[in-house]
């Protein structure tokens, strides 16, 4: 058997080909080969088959799809057996495949032994290795499928690894003197990207490495145009720098010095005292003021090679100006100046150290590289660089929303996302159910870690869950960020992907936050996640949105306050003294508002207004109230974002749910409250835990919180269905 994701879904018996079947059906499988060997949650398989709106039969559908592939895989399998290659998994599939079997896993198996020829010294053998893994790439990932299947986050993870595996084979191959094995690859990666700078300035070298010195330089022409044309921008300092050293013909000899790689993580030019144990040793940062130093590695590719450092610098710059690609961090040969748009003001100094007086600029510069330059033009714009990162106009957005002055409680909560920021994580995901607190929580940490982001904060508010409007579009929130980082609006380019594009580039040297806030799912999302390595993306959701975890985002799931935080809580918002009054009263409100930060919060914003009134009158409208959400109706409102949300069937059972007896639901136990089958009741609930509107303590077990338990009882007697699907 031979499955293929890497081009085209396909499916080989022996020399015979198979039939995958519909498009969306080849979606699921390619979904299962893209997880290569890990679980798929089913309600990643719903979000990758219907981006926008699952139909009611959407599980049903899911199923008759896994049948049709399990049948397909082992044909001789008979009716309801589990066969051994598509297996069931609590809430979700595995494809079980050998590494010889699958593509993908052959791929990332020569790519790890490139790797480790690279780590130590074996260059030639490295090349091979990439170039072998490349071989068995055959086109854009998972053809066939349908385009917005495509787009999901996890097909476009694995473009990734292809093109990161391309810049090492082309960083190997030129240490090694053996060019042309990297080049075939290298257009193929050029093509399926042609903004990525670095994957140009590669083949740049590489066709020059090659004897091909007019393809090289018609390349760098090429792309030139097209980031003129499509980005508004000029080449940064790394593809300007590949074509100086075209230009002086530097590129046709065997780099001399030694290969510097990296396993695992990518290590990106950030400060640092102690690398990871399993990264050999950096260069050591240079001191300032001082004489300069060798470049930190590049965070383009795991490899990089240093160039000869005879005469390999243009005029005004000595050797230890090389970057990571080998090529110098300037762009202007003929007067040896560092790389700017037309009429761009002289460069300053960058960093605490004095202007060289060679014309190169001072230490601090070279330590961390030089920048392109991003002229974006236009009032209100700042000609201050953040340190280290080269000159040019730029913005620094400052969006975040106000925060509390303090944060009762989440000790714990705000520790984790600490060492999570700290961890070099892309994306951090804080989930949980409405109202418990997960824009409170990452608006404070977001404000307390401004100082790790000086080039910015981004802030958009998503809407995934706003009852009254509906979900902010990917290309507007694009069009809203691009805007805070000064670009005019007539520069922004039509269509999403270019818009991705431009952001990206944009952030691609900085060192920005950016909080997405109440995402409604991985598809709106992914185009507004930065990939440059000083950036993070802190987003909150209702959902546990298990694509986007999948793909490396570290999840933070909350749960409601203990006992003693709701309480602290309450005196925090209407003072100690009347707490410290009344404390049977208070017990009591923190017990009728279970706890929830939104319904402590609406509660307090009454007894505040109301100096004069007591809080066992408060407590005794909380105890009238009993049974519905009438004095909570900014918490109604917040349930009924989630609820609007889900499925008709998912809806009926949630409906259902309050008549369950007893503190733990089961599948079993719902499924003869709605009627269905278990293993259809264990989906639902799975969709509904997902949805944070159940909690699974452990597995197989759920409970529904309190005012959850309510506002499912309102529904089920308005005899209502959720709006919105």
């Known amino acids: 058997m031979r499955l293929e994701v890497l081009g085209p879904v396909r499916v080989w018996r022996e020399e015979r080909e198979l039939d995958p079947g519909f498009p969306q059906q080849r979606a699921l499988l390619a979904l299962l080969l893209a997880h290569a060997g890990r679980p798929v949650p089913t309600t990643e398989i719903v979000d990758v088959l219907w981006a926008e709106r699952p139909p009611a039969s959407a599980l049903n559908v899911v199923r008759r799809y896994a049948g049709a592939l399990r049948r397909l895989l082992e044909p001789g399998l008979p009716p309801r057996a589990p066969g051994r290659r598509l297996l069931r998994r609590t809430g979700g599939y595995l494809l079980e495949a050998a590494t ?57 993870a694995v473009q990734r690894e292809l093109l990161e595996t391309a810049r090492l084979a082309a960083d190997a191959a030129l240490l090694c003197g053996r060019a042309e094995q990297a080049l075939p690859a290298l257009r193929r990666a050029t093509a399926h990207d042609p903004l990525d700078e670095s994957l140009h300035a590669r083949l740049v070298l590489v066709l020059a490495a090659c004897g091909l010195q007019a393809e090289a330089l018609g390349a760098y022409e090429d792309v030139r145009r097209r980031l003129a044309r499509d980005l508004g921008l000029i080449p ?85 100006h090389l970057s990571g690609s080998g090529a110098p961090a300037s762009a202007d040969v003929d007067s040896g100046r560092t790389a700017r748009g037309p009429g761009a003001p002289p460069p300053r100094p960058v960093g605490p150290g004095p202007p060289a007086s060679d014309g190169s600029t001072g230490s601090g510069a070279v330590a961390d590289g030089l920048a392109a330059a991003v002229e974006v033009g236009g009032p209100g714009r700042t000609a201050d660089a953040p340190a280290g990162r080269g000159v040019g106009e730029f ?58 982001f000086p080039e910015g904060q981004l802030y958009v508010a998503l809407r995934g869950s706003d009852p009254a409007r509906p979900a902010v579009e990917s290309a507007d929130a694009l069009r809203a960020m691009l805007a805070a980082l000064g670009v005019p609006a007539p520069r922004m380019p039509d269509g999403l992907d270019a818009l991705t594009g431009m952001y990206r580039t944009l952030l691609a040297r900085r060192r920005v936050l950016v909080v997405l806030d109440d995402a409604a799912g991985t598809g709106q999302l992914s185009p507004l996640l930065p990939t440059g390595p000083g950036c993070l993306a802190l987003v909150t959701s209702r959902h546990a949105l298990p694509g986007l975890v999948a793909s490396g985002a570290r999840p933070l799931r909350l749960a409601t306050p203990s006992a003693e935080e709701a309480y602290a809580l309450l005196a925090g918002l209407i003072g100690a003294e009347r707490v410290t009054a009344e404390p049977r009263a208070a017990d009591e409100i923190v017990a009728r508002c279970g706890r929830l930060p939104l319904a402590l919060a609406t509660v307090a914003a009454r007894a505040a207004g109301r100096r004069d009134l007591p809080l066992a009158a408060v407590a005794g409208e909380l105890r009238e109230a009993h049974g519905s959400l009438d004095a909570l109706a900014a918490l109604r409102e917040a349930f009924q974002g989630s609820y609007r949300l889900l499925a008709p069937d998912s809806a009926r ?7 369950h007896e007893g503190p733990d ?61």
């Open 100 to 156: 010889d079997e699958v593509d993908l896993l052959r791929f990332r198996e020569l790519t790890r032994q490139g790797k480790r020829a690279a780590a130590t010294g074996r260059a030639e053998t490295a090349a091979r290795q990439f170039v072998l893994a490349l071989g068995e790439w055959r086109g854009q990932v998972a053809m066939g499928i349908p385009a917005s299947a495509r787009e999901h986050v996890q097909f476009t």
């Open 236 to 320: 940064g300092t790394e593809l300007a720098a590949a074509h100086a050293r075209v230009l002086r013909q530097d590129v046709g000899h065997r780099l001399k010095s030694g290969l510097v790689v990296h396993l695992g993580r990518p290590i990106h030019p950030t400060k640092t005292t102690t690398p990871p144990a399993t990264t050999a040793p950096l260069p050591p940062e240079p001191p300032t003021p001082g004489p300069p130093a060798p470049a930190p590695t590049t965070d383009r590719g795991l490899v990089d090679a240093e160039a000869d450092a005879a005469g390999a610098a243009a005029p005004g710059l000595s050797a230890s």
């Open 395 to 452: 913005v620094r957005p400052a969006q975040l929303p106000s925060a509390l002055p303090s944060l009762v409680g989440r000790v714990v909560e705000s520790a984790w996302l600490e060492r999570a920021a700290g961890s070099a994580a892309g994306v951090v995901l804080v989930s949980g159910m409405a109202g418990i607190g997960k824009s409170t929580l990452a608006l404070h940490w977001a404000h307390r870690a401004t100082d790790r």
């Open 653 to 659: 059972l949630f409906r259902l749910l309050p008549r």
């Open 665 to 725: 639901i089961t599948p079993a136990g719902a499924a003869a409250l709605a009627g269905l089958p278990v293993r259809r009741a264990r989906l639902l609930l799975g969709v509904l835990a997902d949805a944070h509107l159940l909690t699974e303590p452990a597995p197989g077990r759920y409970t529904l919180h309190d005012l959850l338990r309510v506002f499912a009882t309102e529904r089920a007697a308005a005899g209502d269905r959720p709006r919105g699907r």
